[in-house]
């Protein structure tokens, strides 16, 4: 079996002459909380479709949980909470959540087991007798999240799971995530609230105009610090130098100094850095360290050229 | 199977949830319900009438027949209403309210969720036709003790039509919009009406151009042929020989119009689930 939960390379849709996804090129790898960045519009809903084979893809290959796009078998293992959904409102909780593990062919004990298992987990237990369309918008959002969860699934999609809820669902949502992961669920989630995704997700990738533009693993990045100079000069010889601490090394003029950033490990580089310049004989006007948020992350890989979807 | 059967298990708490099964079986009741009133007076007329000895026997046995039919041609219109209209929004609506993307992406065929979804509205049009069609004709038996000729096979050629027509309307739940789909499907129920028609009047007036233009009809929507031959089995005998109305048939279709319904509903079924198969959701 493999080890990725999800790989695809050049998946692609167009819809007529317009091009939904371009270049859809990313590993998720099993057990993983994976996040799906980008602005409205950047095709993420589509490239999620197109995971899950409601969308034919144009042009490229997939493997989801190590089978091709659209094995009706291996979709036994997947769940998925959609964006815009509107459930089978004449049901209640209980045989809404039912209905779905039939679906997915869960036998009849292990699936009335299953249905009070997730109703505490989305702490809907008192309103499973309920039917659907009294249920408030997050009571239906948190009965999809079950829903998605019914068949104990390895790899689970969800499209912005926590639009619609109050900040009590969201942190309710979250504690859910943390604990699929820890149960070794794949989860690729397709959110725009970076807070989140920055307390969630192990990895992510950026998508900007139908490309992922970027996949990096958060913890490196979270743990990684970055370091930013105002040097009284500085010159190839001198990035070199800096470039033996950390990484991405970038300098740009600064009034009458120049700004230096770059990545490192950890704190304790700071003096040691220092402690080089010196040796160096450069100016040192200001070092200081910072933690760079996904937020600052994302519009520096966005650009400045993105405006609001 | 098993997923048919739960997909069409679904569709049967559909049709109750929306209330869809509760309103047919009132609306339905209250026909029988008219009908058997209507049937009773006439009846009642009909045997005042004859004690006077007014009206022979065999008239009033014709009379009696013809409200029979009659009850049974505004069955054949409740049928049709029903084939097109309850699994009209079944596709293009969970289409378009995005709770066809939870269904699909279970590890079942989209084959399987049209045919559960077929399968239901079937049984629910084959019920509702033989409550309807039973309750016309046992009124009929009950009141006045006329039997129809062969009402089984009749029943069978109405269910026939039913079919046709509620295949027509998922096929067109596929790609078309609820409202687009209704349209299309009514038109072309509308369509064979009048082919219907012309072919009867063609071959009462010995006009082979109006006879043909209705067996084209026939051909492109074989609904209206088979309620001439579900009329033509149940019509008592002497109805024949009166002259054209709905449902006194002179021109009967051919066993070769069954074949062609048969094969049509099977072409159509087809065509819906490649289209349903193939398209982006």
């Known amino acids: ?83 815009h959904f509107r459930f089978q409102d004449w049901l209640t909780g209980r045989e809404f959540l039912r209905f779905h593990g039939r679906l997915f062919g869960v036998p009849a004990k292990t699936l009335t ?49 926590t639009s619609g809820l109050d900040p009590l669902g969201r942190l309710l949502v979250r504690d859910l ?34 490309s992922v533009v970027r996949q990096m693993s958060l913890a490196e990045q979270t743990g990684g610090m970055e370091v930013i100079l105002r040097l009284g000069a500085s010159d190839a010889r001198l990035l070199q130098g800096l470039a033996r601490f950390g990484r991405d090394v970038h300098s740009t003029p600064d009034g009458t100094a ?47 050229d993105e405006r609001p979807g | 199977m098993n997923g048919i059967l739960t997909i069409a298990h679904l569709t049967f708490h559909e049709a109750k949830g929306r209330r869809v099964v509760l309103a047919a079986l009132i609306l339905g009741a209250a026909f029988l319900l008219i009908f058997a009133i209507g049937f009773h007076q006439i009846y009642q007329d009909g045997v005042a009438n004859n004690h006077l000895s007014i ?21 054949n219109f409740l049928v049709v209403m029903m084939a097109v209209l309850t699994p009209i929004d079944t596709l293009s609506g969970d289409i378009r309210s995005g709770t066809i993307q939870t269904l699909v992406t279970k590890p079942i065929h989209r084959e399987t969720i049209l045919l559960g979804k077929w399968l239901a509205f079937w049984i629910i049009l084959a019920v509702y036709l033989v409550m309807m069609a039973g309750g016309v004709l046992l009124i009929v038996y009950a009141v006045s003790g006329i039997q129809l000729p062969d009402a089984p096979t009749g029943i069978a050629f109405m269910l026939l039509e039913g079919t046709v027509l509620l295949t027509l309307s998922i096929l067109g739940g596929t790609r078309l919009s609820t409202l687009a789909n209704g349209v299309t499907v009514l038109g072309l129920y509308a369509l064979a009406f009048i082919g219907g028609w012309m072919e009867q009047i063609g071959s009462l007036l010995g006009n082979g151009t109006a006879q043909n233009f209705g067996i084209i009809t026939s051909l492109l929507v074989p609904t209206e042929a088979m309620w001439q031959l579900a009329a033509y089995h149940m019509q008592p005998p002497l109805m024949r020989d009166v002259a054209i109305t709905p449902f006194s048939i002179t021109s009967v279709p051919s066993t070769g119009m069954v074949v062609w319904a048969v094969l049509y509903v099977v072409v159509m079924l087809l065509i819906a689930l490649r289209q349903f198969r193939t398209r982006d959701l």
């Open chain 1, 258 to 304: 120049v700004g230096v950033s770059l990545q490192v490990e950890g704190e304790e580089k700071l003096p040691e850095i220092a402690r080089w310049l010196v040796g160096q004989g450069t100016d040192i006007y200001s070092l200081s360290m910072g933690k760079k948020s996904l937020e600052a992350l994302f519009l520096e890989v966005m650009g400045e």
């Open chain 2, 55 to 75: 009206m022979p026997r065999v008239e009033q046995r014709v009379g009696l027949g013809f409200v029979a039919m009659a009850g049974l041609y505004a069955v």
């Open chain 1, 177 to 210: 995530i943390v604990r699929l992961r820890t149960e070794g669920t794949t989860v690729f989630l397709n959110s725009h609230l970076l807070s989140e995704v920055e307390v969630t997700c192990d990895r992510v990738a950026f998508v900007k105009r139908g």
């Open chain 1, 1 to 83: 079996m493999t080890e990725l939960a999800i790989e695809t390379s050049g998946l692609r849709k167009e819809y007529g002459t317009k091009i939904a996804v371009q270049d859809l090129t990313l590993t998720v790898h099993r057990s993983e909380v994976f996040g799906f960045l980008g602005p409205n519009g950047a095709g993420k809903t589509t490239s999620m479709k197109m995971l899950l084979g409601l969308v034919r893809p144009t042009a490229g290959q997939a493997r989801v949980l190590g089978e091709p796009l659209g094995n009706v078998p291996a979709r036994a293992g997947v769940g998925f909470l959609p964006e």
């Open chain 1, 113 to 161: 087991r299953r249905i009070e298992d997730l109703l505490g987990q989305v702490d809907l237990l008192d309103a499973g007798d309920r039917k659907l369309r009294e249920y408030s918008k997050g009571m239906l959002q948190r009965i999809g999240l079950a829903q998605a969860l019914i068949n104990t699934p390895r790899l689970v999609f969800l499209d912005e799971p």
